[in-house]
């Protein structure tokens, strides 16, 4: 679920020129955050190795955050944020039928996936894995973007229903719900495969239920 | 999908006059650290946890296995062998038809995490999760263990099917690799959000696509 996005911080409608250092620092501390938590989770990580990756000096990380648990609350907050764009990019894509954008969703998950040889899953899924050794203040603001996620999945269910491609009967909220909580479980799987066959075989019977 | 009994060391058919104090005390780290790592995972837990809560010294320790990563390796195969026997002991109830038999593994799952409040999940799970930091050697137990369930699931997929509870149009093998990706995904939710919901949402579901 991580993309190569994820590594280069967010210009979008925002010229370089504006930003000070001040925000270009701060910036390649999270994204480098991100892409490391997505492979490694948060516990097994020490600062060190992010600021190696970085290659930013530690007294700089402290005047931008004053933790590491801060700091992993603002990875969270900026990887939700991130997904949540690519959700709107394939959810609301309005060229495709509802079901047809989640199809492309998948794909666009596994082809990410696939291009860090499926080393890297969903940051948010890995630091849920890990709640157990966490920070307690991580549990709601987990649990707030999965049910973020999983309402933008749902709009796209209830419009699929309307557009007569998901059957009546079917609770779109629901479906949201284990949507993403199998995806989850499929993301992990695909890590641990180093491959997309669980993927597919999770697009494919999960499009199945759906028509069905 | 731990239970109480991970923590008990198994006596069955084979009464404690019979066994010397060198398998309790491993049998007691070997359940000691199953019930950690359910909980917490691997790469967060330090030796010197688990043995304190088991109450055995590090020099014990290093008598029976000569490494964490040693030890990890036997957790896992007596987790997932104690995990293929509650698997069999609801696949293979023929008091039961073969679908409610799933039903009943998860009702049993889920009244074993509630037990501890939904604290612990899944072993393998977990450790599937973390395998970006893990020993490589993992790797290949864990998914020969996710084989070994998704083969006992699969057959009780085919036994539903021939008695006619499953579409015949269902590939088993692919729906038991589902199940299990899924439920694992399932199963860090409910840790996540420390209720059962998602183990019912997901339940409910997930037989729906069985009988549709």
Known sequence: ???????????R??????????????????????????????????LDEILRAARVPKGSFYHYFDSKDEFGAVLI???ADYFSR????????????PLQRLDNFMEYAK???ARFEFRRGCLVGNLGQEMGVLPERFRDQIRRVFLDWQARAARCFLAAQEAGEIRREHDCRHLAEFFFTSWEGAVLRAKLERNSAPLETFAKIFLLVLRS
């Not at 925000?23 to 997505?38: F, K, Q």
């Not at 690519?86 to 039928?97: C, G, N, R, V, W």
């Open 13 to 46: 409608g925002r010229p370089r020129r504006d930003r000070g250092p001040y925000e270009d620092t701060r910036n390649t501390l999270v994204w480098t955050g991100v892409a490391i938590l997505t492979e490694k989770g948060f516990s097994a990580v020490g």
């Open 111 to 113: 082809a990410g996936m």
């Open 86 to 97: 690519i959700l709107d990019q394939h959810f609301l894509d309005e060229a495709h039928s």
């Open 77 to 79: 907050d900026a990887y």
């Open 1 to 11: 679920m991580d993309t190569s996005d994820a590594l280069i911080p967010r210009r």
